[in-house]
C-alpha cells in the first residue's frame, strides 16, 4: 500500500530531473529494486501511472530491474547471495548481517525528449 | 525533438533519508534515545507503552508520538499515564515517514525527555521501509499471530535490533513454538535481542526494561558530553 507513497517520490525525482535535463517528456524509467525491498512492483507501475497522469512522465513505461540479496560475513568477510532468507555465512556458520544489495529502490535513468529540434 | 537519456541514479525515498537525517540530528542534540516500535494490529504496543512507562516513570523522562489511521483513542491512553503523547492521523497512510515526526516534533516540549518512543501505524510491511531518524527499530510479535510470521515477512524482522515476543501467558492456548520464532529469527538476524513478555501479567519485563535503562543512559552520556563541550551561555557571562 506504501508504494503510493513511493511513486509520489518517484515522481518528484522525475519531473525535478526533466527540468534540469530541459526534457518535455518521459517515454521510460529505469528501476532498481532490490529483492529485500518492501515493495511490490506490479503495484508500483500501477501507483505510478495514476500520480503521473497529466504531467510530463505520463503514460511512460516504467522498467525494474530486480537486484539478488547478497551479504558479507561479519567474521571472515566472505560474501553471498542469501538464500532463503538465511542471513547465516556458508562458510563459516557466523551472522552475516551486512547487505551488500537487496533493499536498492533507485532511480537509475530517465528516457525522453527536449523540446528543440534535432 | 530530441530524445534523450539521462542517468540519475537517485534512491526514490531520499527525500525521506533527508528529513530522518535531520531528525537524527535533532536527537542526538538532545541526548534522547528514539525507538520506532512496530507490530501488526493488536500485537500490543500501546500495553508495553504503558507497561514500559508505568515502570520507568520518575525515573526516565518519556515522550510518545502515537500513529494511527484514525482516532487519538492511543493518545488519550498514554496522557493518562502522565506522560507527553502526540498522535498522527495518517487518514489510511499505512506508515509514518520523517515528515510527519518532524511535524510532530513541534507539539512535544523535548527539555526533559530521555525517551521518545514513536509508535507505528500497525502494519509488518510498510514501515519497515521508512526511516524516522530512530536509534533503534524494535518489533512486537504476539505469539497468537503464529511462528511462520519472520519466513512470511522477513524485511521487519532483519531490520529490527529488537524482538518483543508479546502474550506468552497465550503460550498454552495456541500452537506457537517458541523455539521455531528464535530459530526463524536466528537466521534472518542473529545480533537481534529477544524478549518474551506479557504485558497482561508483567512476566518477562525486568529484561526488557534493564535494556531501554542502559540505552538511555548511553544517550544521557551523549548529551552530558555535548553540554560541556558547549557551555551554557550564563555561564560565558559571568
Redesign the interface.
Known amino acids: 500500500m506504501h508504494e503510493l507513497a513511493i511513486a509520489e517520490s518517484l515522481l518528484e525525482i522525475i519531473v525535478d530531473e526533466s527540468k534540469r535535463h530541459g526534457l518535455e517528456r518521459i517515454n521510460k524509467v529505469r528501476l532498481q529494486i532490490g529483492k529485500f525491498a518492501a515493495v511490490v512492483p506490479e503495484s508500483l507501475t500501477f501507483c505510478f501511472e495514476l500520480v503521473s497522469r497529466d504531467t510530463v512522465a505520463s503514460g511512460a513505461l516504467i522498467e525494474i530491474e530486480n537486484v539478488g540479496i547478497t551479504a558479507r560475513c561479519d567474521q571472515c568477510n566472505f560474501s553471498f547471495e542469501v538464500q532463503d532468507q538465511v542471513f547465516l555465512c556458508p562458510r563459516c556458520g557466523e551472522p552475516a548481517l551486512e547487505l551488500l544489495s537487496g533493499r536498492e529502490l533507485s532511480v537509475m535513468s530517465i528516457e525522453g525528449e527536449t523540446a528543440e529540434e534535432g | 525533438?530530441?530524445?534523450?537519456?539521462?542517468?540519475?541514479?537517485?534512491?526514490?525515498?531520499?527525500?525521506?533519508e533527508r528529513i530522518a537525517a535531520e531528525n537524527r540530528r535533532r536527537f542526538d542534540e538532545a541526548g534522547i534515545f528514539v525507538v520506532n516500535l512496530m507490530s501488526s494490529p493488536g500485537a500490543g504496543k500501546t500495553s508495553l507503552l504503558e507497561k514500559t512507562i508505568d515502570a520507568l516513570a520518575g525515573r526516565i523522562g518519556i515522550a510518545v508520538i502515537e500513529g494511527d489511521l484514525q482516532s487519538s483513542y492511543d493518545a488519550e491512553r498514554i496522557q493518562k499515564k502522565g506522560v507527553q503523547a502526540v498522535q498522527i492521523n495518517t487518514d489510511g497512510?499505512?506508515?509514518l515517514?520523517g515528515n510527519m515526526i518532524q511535524i510532530a516534533l513541534d507539539s512535544l516540549d523535548l527539555s526533559e525527555v530521555d525517551l521518545l518512543i514513536i509508535e507505528n501505524v500497525g502494519n509488518l510491511?510498510?514501515p519497515?521501509?521508512?526511516n524516522l531518524g530512530e536509534h533503534e527499530k524494535i518489533m512486537i510479535l504476539s505469539v497468537a499471530e503464529g511462528d511462520d510470521k519472520p519466513?512470511k515477512y522477513?524485511?521487519m524482522f532483519?531490520i529490527c535490533s529488537v524482538l518483543l515476543v508479546n502474550k506468552i501467558d497465550l503460550l498454552p492456548y495456541t500452537d506457537c513454538d517458541m523455539s521455531k520464532i528464535r530459530e526463524r529469527v536466528a537466521?534472518?538476524?542473529?545480533?537481534g535481542k529477544i524478549f518474551e513478555i506479557s504485558c497482561r501479567t508483567g512476566e518477562g519485563f525486568a529484561p526488557w526494561l534493564s535494556w531501554i535503562e542502559e540505552k538511555v543512559g548511553e544517550h544521557r552520556t551523549t548529551r552530558a558530553r555535548n553540554d560541556s563541550a558547549h557551555p551554557a551561555a550564563d555561564k560565558h557571562c559571568q
Open positions: 525533438m530530441t530524445e534523450i537519456k539521462v542517468p540519475v541514479v537517485r534512491n526514490i525515498l531520499q527525500a525521506n497512510g499505512c506508515h515517514d510491511v510498510c519497515a521501509e521508512f519466513i522477513p524485511l532483519q537466521q534472518l538476524n542473529a545480533r
